[in-house]
């Protein structure tokens, strides 16, 4: 089981840190991903990190602005955003896929948290 926190309301320039609790001993088996939806809109990636060799991958939307890191001691996975603008309103949701390489689609992730809603305001 996924279980997301530290979503909620900031002012556009902020900052947030999401946290990815996973229940289990094979963490560090899995690749981890954080994506988003915004009402209309698809889920979308947001920034993952593989399982082996911790690999990141962000999308171009968030790159320079957002970290994705994991601690496999503490079955966590965070995601730290910085800059937050209005556009990256949207629930954050915390994927985890086994010893996947498939970090950018949906289809690579084997379990999803319930969500975490994130809303920056101008």
């Known amino acids: 089981q996924l279980a997301e926190s530290g979503g909620g309301l900031v002012q556009a320039g902020g900052s947030l840190r999401l946290s990815c609790a996973a229940s289990?001993?094979?963490?560090?088996?899995?690749?981890m991903g954080w994506f988003r939806q915004a009402p209309g809109n698809e889920r979308e990636i947001v920034a993952a990190?593989?399982?082996?060799?911790?690999?990141?991958y962000y999308a171009n939307s968030v790159k320079g602005r957002f970290t994705i890191s994991r601690d496999n001691a503490k079955n966590t996975v965070y995601l730290e955003m910085n800059s937050l603008k209005p556009e990256d309103t949207a629930v954050y949701y915390c994927?985890?896929?086994?010893?996947?390489?498939?970090?950018?689609?949906?289809?690579?992730?084997?379990?999803w948290g319930q969500g975490t809603q994130v809303t920056v305001s101008s």
């Open positions: 990190i593989s399982w082996s060799s911790g690999t990141t």
């Open positions: 289990g001993r094979t963490f560090s088996s899995y690749s």
């Open positions: 994927a985890a896929g086994f010893k996947s390489f498939t970090l950018i689609y949906r289809g690579g992730y084997d379990y």
